[in-house]
Structure formats: C-alpha cells, structure tokens
C-alpha cells in the first residue's frame, strides 16, 4: 500500500503523469525560453475534508530541457522531487488552486 487513507480523507491514492513533449513557454522583453518536458513520474496523494493535500512523488523518470537562444540543458527531476504536506487547495470550477509555504500554482482544466 502506497497511501494510508484516514476518516477524514476524501480522495486519494496514486497518479501518474506521462509527459510526451509537455511545454512551458515564457517570454518577456523580447526574449522567450521554452522547458521540454518527457517521461513518467508517479506520485501518492491525499486531499482531506479540511481542503488539505498531501502529495510525495515515488518515481521521477522525466526529464526537463531547458531552451533558450543561447541554447539547451537537461534538467533530471529525479534530483528534485515534489512533496508536500498539509497544502491548501481549492477548486473552483475548471481550476484548481494549491498554497503552500513556497507559494500558490493554479490549474485550468481543457475540455
């Protein structure tokens, strides 16, 4: 068992991502750079009735590459995997919002 849910978990469980040329694409002043992401990572997870999330990465195979003008680098994740404890989350219609003490990301979701 990966996870161990308690009563006041609402989901939880496993998730895996499978990266096939996922792109991040940032531009400013004139200047853009683009982050490359392949491979597979996995993770266990546990959001609560207290809007808390628990995530812990297990298997960090993808890699990052890192394109700009003056050219590329690989990043490996498995060097820095995710993981948090007690997060706060929300979810609003198509969005998703995670805090935590690093800061806040949101995630759309595409139909």
């Known amino acids: 068992m990966l996870w161990r849910r308690t009563d006041a978990s609402i989901a939880g469980g496993h998730r895996r991502v499978d990266y096939q040329d996922w792109l991040y694409t940032f531009a400013q002043g004139g200047m853009s750079m683009t982050v490359v992401r392949n491979d597979t990572d996995e993770a266990v997870y546990e959001a609560t009735t207290d809007d808390?999330?628990?995530?812990?990465?297990?298997?960090?195979?993808?890699?990052?590459?890192?394109?700009?003008?003056?050219?590329?680098?690989a990043y490996d994740t498995s060097e820095d995997p995710l993981s948090f404890t007690e997060a706060r989350y929300a979810c609003e219609g198509n969005t998703l919002s995670i805090t935590t003490e690093g800061g806040a990301v949101a995630f759309g979701r595409e139909h």
């Open 52 to 73: 808390t999330l628990t995530v812990r990465e297990v298997i960090m195979n993808s890699v990052s590459t890192l394109e700009t003008p003056a050219g590329s680098s």
